[in-house]
């Protein structure tokens, strides 16, 4: 580890048809960093963490980890290397519980002609993950779609984690989530950086944005327009870099 | 929160009394209660009649439980009436010819054959489930009424019509034993077993079934096997019971299977698989029935009575996915 970047984007370009979604864009992610990823709609966010959670293909460009680089061909391989996605619109399972959640498509069961869930067992490895992300779910036999918003994206994030990922990717996780909530949301967020996660982190909530990141990223019209420490910006800067020309940024710096 | 062992998961808090989940015996029970005080004087405590009721209803309990498993991952299967009666020809014209074991094959073969085609019009040619099965219902249906030009096929084999629901166990009527199993295997199937749970993350959301990496139209076309088989089962009990394959069993089964299922407590969207209250739903089912008839109501009522409480159990059932 010579640069201290677990995940390098290096000149990435994709095109759906003669649309342009992403040109010649760069990205760095250092160990146990959140980066904060804004952009307008269509800017080329979603599109950008779909190549790297093996969602698309980039037509060109490298993907390197720990800087060696890496074939992300499908959702399979990047949860290989170590790469979890946190949808925006909840990739749960509304009617059944947290464990069931938790473990979808993972399920302990015995060995047997008949496999037998062993629910007790995934309930305890439920409980341990929930208590380790301090998550505050009192009854995980709860069925999920009669758990709060801010609850459910806490247990969507809780399976990501539970995967023992490197990198998480988070696609608008406090969208949609009543204020109190999304307070919690963030929290949790920052909390994973101490399992030594490192974390890309969407939204268009600047609030959201400065209130966990290291650093931020800016996307315009499929261009990485800006990069800028998060000690070191403002919201208005921000703003200006999503919304305005060059041209017109510097004049009015003038 | 402090002490999060697992031990906390099993306090009595968790063990509160639903009374929503037992709603379902509740009911059956008012029914019976109020059954058992107007028509006291017209025989519906006797044992005959109690007994009467658990036959009437067995093999739609049976169907319902696989019906149940269908609806569960959100598809349907309207081909199960006519696969009934297909299964049942066919199962009887075997047994003349061949005995009793080659029959059983035959009539599973059927279902298994016409289950396999549902799932592949349903899952592979991506035809909506609704329609698929009812065009494949008016085609078992043809071939029930084509295969012996409309005449019943008599079953005179007495081992048969004693293992398949004409005999009694000491007291117990076959019919009986083979409710009880099938009920019990696809409770134990759908809460605890891996099989079963997929089929629920199917039904509840199968974008993220997928994405967890659960072959849903693996599951599907496996369930509309296993269907297609418990309807072949149904068709073998009516025609030891019976004695007697005809093309008009299962006719007017789909209904009532449909209605003891959603009176059950399972959701119409899917993702809900409670199979002893589909059962339960069924023997509410087959007990108005009984009350009707003894109260003095004609059939064309009873339907009437059953739509009625279809309508009832589908706006107190689950509703669908939130927006």
């Given at each position: 580890m010579k640069n201290g970047y677990i995940l390098e984007l290096r000149n990435i370009y994709k095109s759906f048809g003669g649309l342009r979604a992403l040109i010649d864009v760069d990205l760095n992610l250092r160990h146990g960093e959140i980066i904060g990823l804004v952009g307008d709609n269509a800017a080329g966010k979603s599109t950008l963490m779909k190549i790297v959670s093996g969602a698309y293909r980039a037509d060109e460009g490298k993907i390197l980890f720990n800087e060696e680089e890496v074939q992300i061909a499908n959702p399979k391989d990047a949860r290989k290397i170590g790469i979890e996605m946190v949808y925006q619109d909840l990739e749960l399972c509304q009617n059944l519980d947290v464990p069931a959640n938790l473990f979808l498509g993972r399920e302990l069961h015995s060995e047997t002609f008949f496999r037998f869930l062993r629910k007790r067992n995934m309930e305890k490895e439920s409980l341990d993950i929930l208590h380790r992300l301090k998550i505050d779910i009192r009854n995980p036999r709860t069925k999920v779609d009669k758990l709060s918003g801010g609850q459910q994206q806490a247990v969507a994030i809780g399976r990501a984690v539970s995967f023992d990922p490197k990198i998480v990717l988070m696609d608008e996780p406090t969208a949609n989530l009543a204020v109190v909530e999304i307070e919690k949301v963030l929290e949790l967020t920052l909390r994973l950086?101490?399992?030594?996660i490192s974390i890309i982190f969407i939204s268009h909530r600047l609030d959201d944005v400065f209130r966990v990141s290291d650093r931020i990223y800016v996307l315009k019209h499929g261009y990485m327009v800006a990069v800028k420490e998060k000690l070191k910006t403002n919201k208005e800067e921000i703003v200006k870099a999503m919304f305005m020309d060059v041209e017109e940024q510097e004049s009015l710096q003038q | 929160m402090g002490n999060m062992g697992g031990a906390d998961l099993y306090s009595p808090m968790d063990r509160k009394f639903k009374v929503k989940e037992y709603a379902i015996f509740l009911i059956l029970l008012g029914i019976f209660i109020v059954f058992a005080f107007f028509l006291r004087d017209r025989g519906f405590l006797s044992l005959v009649n109690l007994m009467n009721i658990f036959r009437q209803t067995a093999i739609i309990s049976i169907m319902a439980v696989g019906f149940t498993f269908m609806l569960a991952s959100g598809e349907f299967d309207l081909s199960i009436g006519s696969t009934v009666a297909l299964a049942s020809l066919v199962g009887a014209l075997t047994l003349q010819r061949a005995g009793i074991l080659p029959a059983v094959f035959a009539a599973l073969g059927v279902g298994a054959l016409i289950g396999y085609a549902n799932g592949f019009f349903v899952?592979?040619?991506?035809?909506?489930s609704f329609l698929a099965t009812i065009a494949m219902m008016g085609i078992i249906h043809g071939l029930a009424r084509w295969i012996t030009h409309l005449q019943a096929v008599p079953v005179l084999n007495k081992t048969f019509t004693y293992i398949f629901g004409?005999?009694?166990?000491g007291p117990i009527p076959t019919l009986f034993v083979w409710t009880l199993v099938v009920m019990v295997i696809g409770q134990v199937a759908m809460v605890m077993t891996l099989f079963g749970r997929k089929v629920l993350a199917t039904g509840g959301n199968v974008v993220a079934a997928r994405l967890a990496g659960i072959d849903t139209e693996r599951v599907k076309w496996l369930l509309f096997i296993v269907i297609g088989m418990i309807s072949s089962l149904a068709g073998l009990l009516y025609t030891g019971r019976l004695h007697a394959a005809r093309y008009t069993y299962g006719e007017q089964d789909l209904f009532t299977v449909v209605a003891a299922v959603v009176i059950g407590?399972?959701?119409?969207?899917?993702?809900?698989?409670?199979i002893v209250g589909t059962v339960v739903g069924s023997l509410i089912l087959g007990m108005v029935n009984n009350g009707l008839i003894l109260f003095g109501f004609s059939v064309d009522q009873q339907v009437i009575f059953r739509g009625i409480m279809i309508l009832i159990a589908v706006a107190l059932s689950p509703k669908g996915p939130k927006e």
């Open positions: 950086t101490e399992h030594n | 899952v592979k040619a991506k035809m909506p004409g005999g009694n166990i407590g399972n959701s119409i969207y899917g993702g809900t698989g409670t």
